[in-house]
């Protein structure tokens, strides 16, 4: 179905603004991301583009919903972005769930709020190969606009799924013979070195300020990352893609 709309006040913007806040709306905004998703084939709700734009995307054999030529008056309406891109893709995402019985690496981020974080770590996972990632707790929703844009296509290639709290996801891993590792910044007591991770496991990390529940390490050993010590901690999404890299490099070889 094709629509023509030139209206910020029209019926059909004014029902995606409110669609947008579901949990299975996603939207993709920009060329790339955009000419990803429709080389990927996937079903797509509503393609939005600017009508000066209109002959430059081939949307033939594509399965769309809805077509909207829109102005850029629309798009602006529409989008998070500070400069308006010309191509917008609204999906509905299926669930896609961890499989605790036969995921090798379960990445977990338990409480991590920055979007940007987040899908850094996303983008990392689907370059080392991880096979799913656990949302815990307050952790930052997989549709916020500024996750999507960091994690760009790489949020098609891992499986995710969001868990109340820590200890349910736990509880349910160890059930499965899983090994949990947690990370933190600091010495611990307890500690060991990605070369020595015993799979299937959890790999945990926490808030960007707090960390992780103080609880946590003195049940399970904590993955720390050697560095010069007038250095500060290393941001999560850094620390992650480090630890990911070394626990996988074997495999990606």
């Known amino acids: 179905m094709i629509y023509r709309i030139t209206s910020r006040s029209n019926q059909?913007?004014?029902?995606?603004?409110?669609?947008?806040?579901?949990?299975?709306?996603?939207?993709?905004?920009?060329?790339?991301?955009?000419?990803d998703i429709l080389k990927r084939d996937m079903e797509t709700w509503k393609l939005i583009v600017n009508s000066k734009k209109e002959d430059e995307l081939d949307i033939s054999g594509k399965t769309i919903h809805e077509t909207w030529y829109v102005n850029e008056t629309v798009l602006k309406k529409?989008?998070?972005l500070k400069d308006t891109p010309d191509f917008i893709a609204v999906l509905k995402i299926k669930k896609r769930r961890v499989n605790l019985n036969k995921d090798r690496i379960i990445v977990v981020l338990d409480n991590v709020q920055d979007p940007g974080n987040a899908g850094s770590i996303f983008r990392c996972a689907a370059a080392?190969?991880?096979?799913?990632?656990?949302?815990?707790?307050?952790?930052?929703?997989?549709?916020?606009?500024?996750?999507?844009?960091?994690?760009?296509?790489?949020?098609?290639?891992?499986?995710?799924?969001?868990?109340?709290?820590?200890?349910?996801?736990?509880?349910?891993?160890?059930?499965?013979?899983?090994?949990?590792?947690?990370?933190?910044?600091?010495?611990?007591?307890?500690?060991?070195?990605p070369g020595e991770v015993k799979f299937p496991c959890l790999l945990v990390f926490g808030n960007e300020g707090q960390?992780?529940?103080?609880?946590?390490?003195?049940?399970?050993?904590?993955?720390?990352?050697?560095?010069?010590?007038?250095?500060?901690?290393?941001?999560?999404?850094?620390?992650a893609c480090i630890i990911m890299y070394e626990m996988t490099k074997e495999d990606i070889r």
């Open 12 to 35: 059909k913007v004014k029902e995606l603004l409110k669609e947008r806040d579901r949990d299975d709306c996603f939207i993709f905004e920009g060329e790339k991301l955009v000419r």
């Open 211 to 239: 960390g992780l529940d103080e609880e946590l390490f003195t049940r399970f050993p904590a993955l720390t990352i050697p560095q010069e010590k007038s250095v500060e901690s290393l941001n999560v999404g850094v620390s």
């Open 78 to 80: 529409i989008s998070s």
């Open 128 to 193: 080392f190969g991880i096979d799913s990632i656990a949302l815990t707790g307050a952790c930052v929703k997989p549709n916020n606009p500024r996750f999507l844009r960091a994690a760009q296509a790489s949020f098609f290639e891992v499986d995710f799924q969001g868990f109340a709290d820590i200890d349910t996801l736990i509880k349910k891993a160890t059930a499965k013979n899983y090994n949990i590792y947690l990370t933190s910044s600091r010495s611990m007591k307890r500690s060991t070195v």
